[in-house]
């Protein structure tokens, strides 16, 4: 009976694990020809265990789209195959425009459509940007976004949010990001009241400029928010990169954020 089962539990194991997926969403501050290899390097290493990577703050001119290309390379040198999608710059004013990407491992998730919020782009300065990938033929549409910064109030934008799960009924939304505002924000219940859920509480995800004894996060910015009926979350957290560094000024060399994930299974 032993030899029988130990087959049987690995090939449980095997459909628990490939029925699962994992997601991490990382504002990359001002990712294009500014990093070097070795900083991409670092990055790729830093994802390269999750099955989708979506990245805010990619550099909207010369050289941002290229560097996604170049991350994308390096994560492909790693074992796995992955694809990337990279958006056209946002319709906000030139100093505040940026591109978004995603990036993924092509036997763990199938893109089938992306693009710009176009309803809404007045609105928000820089329209989220879906992706609907199907994941063990089922669907989930990542709506990766990135806000005005604090000063010039992000709930002026991300009140509008209430209304894009009504504007794409068929979809099974998650909104996830750099929301430059923390989940308690009252902006949010909207959404709650629709079923929405954030997947984190309590949780700091941006750099100080220097540690004050342990404390080295300074702000509940980047979140995910997802329909708690059609995800079903097994796992989440965030990526503390900077405690590899010397200090906070080395890793803000790689960003002033870090970088949300989840593991999840679709219901």
Request: glycine fraction near 4%.
């Amino acid at each position: 009976m032993k030899n029988l089962l130990s087959p049987l539990l690995l090939l449980f194991c095997f459909f628990i694990s490939f029925s699962q997926t994992k997601v991490v969403s990382w504002n990359i501050e001002n990712l294009g020809k500014s990093k070097s290899h070795d900083v991409l390097n670092f990055i790729a290493e830093t994802v390269s265990n999750y099955d989708i990577v979506v990245i805010q703050e990619v550099v909207a001119g010369p050289g941002g789209a290229q560097t996604v290309a170049k991350l994308a390379a390096l994560l492909n040198n790693k074992g796995s195959k992955w694809d990337y999608i990279i958006s056209d710059p946002t319709s906000s004013s030139s100093y505040k425009r940026e591109r978004y990407a995603y990036i993924w491992k092509t036997n763990k998730a199938k893109l089938k459509e992306k693009w710009l919020e176009k309803k809404f782009n007045l609105e928000i300065d820089r329209e989220p940007y879906y992706a609907t990938f199907e994941i063990n033929k089922k669907s989930i549409t990542l709506a990766n976004f990135h806000a005005i910064t604090k000063s010039r109030q992000p709930e002026t934008e991300i009140k509008y949010f209430k209304f894009l799960p009504a504007q794409y009924p068929q979809q099974n939304l998650v909104f996830l990001g750099d929301f430059n505002c923390p989940e308690t924000h009252t902006v949010f219940n909207p959404l709650k009241k629709l079923g929405y859920s954030a997947l984190l509480k309590n949780q700091k995800t941006t750099l100080k400029q220097n540690c004050k004894g342990n404390v080295c996060l300074a702000s509940e910015f980047d979140n995910v928010f997802y329909k708690t009926d059609r995800l079903n979350i097994i796992n989440s957290g965030v990526i503390l990169f900077y405690q590899k560094f010397n200090s906070l000024q080395e890793a803000r060399k790689i960003s002033d954020h870090i970088p949300v994930w989840f593991e999840f299974s679709l219901n």
